[in-house]
């Protein structure tokens, strides 16, 4: 079962799923054991990660994450304050890169929330990228540290306490989200400004929350060479494909839309 609602432009969608397994309890006799088959082999383990805590200053405005950094590769999340728009993650093979320069900036600094601890990096399309280790000073000086181990192939430290983010900065990044996927709606060509977007609102969310409960998605997927979840859980290019192309046509109608789809032709 199914439940969809719109909040701030955004699809929300909450899943209830219940599976059961059957297994046969009265199985045929069998007159010879199949022999066994050969096990595949072990996949590798993957490289350990170091987390350590970075902020990225772009211009106006900052965002801040994790950074996280293996023997095969160095990536970054923006999930403490995300940016404003796209996300500013990102992922380097470390083959690829191209610098890492750890800087210690710190002597002679006041204290604060930023305390001279700075990696610089290149990795192309990413040139002279900055982030500075934040948080509290001395997790940040610590978090230099294990990145300095984690880069020399030693043993790494274990990592800072992470207190609970705070209320306000959760606030700060769920409004950066909202920011993000509005951003995402509002770029797209097909955007057919704010008043007609508002009339599609509500009709795209009765036909998601039908192709879902009807088990319709498939069907679309292949009409539309999509590859929509069939769950509901569809990314905001996704479900500006649906609103846009579909629910945005002259004289759609939700029933007939779905009959067209279960007829297998594209409403």
Request: negative net charge; aromatic residues 10%; glycine residues 6%.
């Given at each position: 079962m199914a439940r969809c609602?719109?909040?701030?432009?955004?699809?929300?969608?909450?899943?209830?799923?219940?599976?059961?397994?059957?297994q046969d309890t009265n199985p045929e006799p069998t007159t010879s054991a199949?022999?066994?088959?050969?096990?595949?082999?072990?996949?590798?383990?993957a490289a350990p990660e170091t987390r350590v805590r970075v902020a990225h200053g772009h211009g106006m405005g900052a965002c801040?994450?994790?950074?996280f950094i293996s023997a095969?590769?160095?990536?970054?999340?923006?999930?403490?304050?995300?940016?404003?728009?796209?996300?500013?993650?990102?992922?380097?093979a470390t083959k690829d890169l191209q610098k890492f320069e750890l800087v210690d900036n710190s002597k002679g600094k006041v204290p604060g929330n930023s305390v001279g601890y700075w990696l610089n990096m290149t990795c192309p399309p990413l040139n002279n990228l900055s982030l500075v280790f934040s948080g509290p000073p001395a997790d940040a000086k610590q978090d230099f540290l294990r990145t300095q181990q984690a880069r020399?192939?030693?043993?790494?430290?274990?990592?800072?306490?992470?207190?609970?983010?705070?209320?306000?900065?959760k606030a700060a990044g769920d409004r950066a989200n909202y920011v993000k996927e509005l951003f995402e709606i509002t770029s797209d060509p097909r955007y057919p400004g704010?008043?007609?977007?508002?009339?599609?609102?509500?009709?795209?969310?009765?036909?998601?929350n039908k192709l879902v409960g009807r088990k319709?998605?498939?069907?679309?997927?292949?009409?539309?060479?999509?590859?929509?979840?069939?769950?509901?859980?569809?990314?905001?290019?996704?479900?500006?494909?649906?609103?846009?192309?579909?629910?945005?046509k002259p004289n759609f109608e939700v029933e007939k839309a779905l009959a067209a789809i279960a007829a297998n032709r594209k409403p």
């Open positions: 609602s719109i909040t701030k432009a955004v699809f929300v969608c909450v899943c209830l799923f219940s599976s059961a397994c059957k199949a022999p066994e088959p050969t096990p595949p082999p072990a996949a590798a383990p801040e994450g994790y950074l095969n590769a160095i990536r970054y999340e923006d999930s403490i304050r995300p940016a404003a728009g796209p996300s500013h993650g990102f992922s380097c020399a192939g030693k043993d790494v430290a274990p990592e800072p306490a992470r207190p609970e983010i705070s209320a306000e900065t704010t008043e007609q977007f508002k009339l599609l609102l509500v009709p795209t969310a009765d036909f998601k319709l998605v498939g069907a679309l997927n292949r009409l539309y060479g999509w590859n929509l979840s069939e769950d509901g859980k569809w990314t905001t290019k996704q479900a500006n494909d649906v609103m846009f192309d579909i629910v945005a």
